[in-house]
């Protein structure tokens, strides 16, 4: 089973420990924070999806997922 597959608090804890690791290189902090999106979009949490979406967006724009996910939920 791969992390994306996991459920989403194991990523979210997961991938907050990346995010904020230092050392951490600037993409990977923005897939980090597009992991986290993803995970709370799957809890239906909208809000912190698009907030953490943002996020991804504002250390690695060319993360396809997270803009695609980001413009899904500023439609809403």
Known sequence: MGLIERPPRVILDSALIAFN????GTKDKGFAACLMAQAFNRQNDTANAHKWAQTGLGYDSGLTSCRDLAQSLGRH
Do not use: K, N
């Not at 690791?21 to 951490?24: A, D, N």
């Open 21 to 24: 690791s230092p050392g951490i």
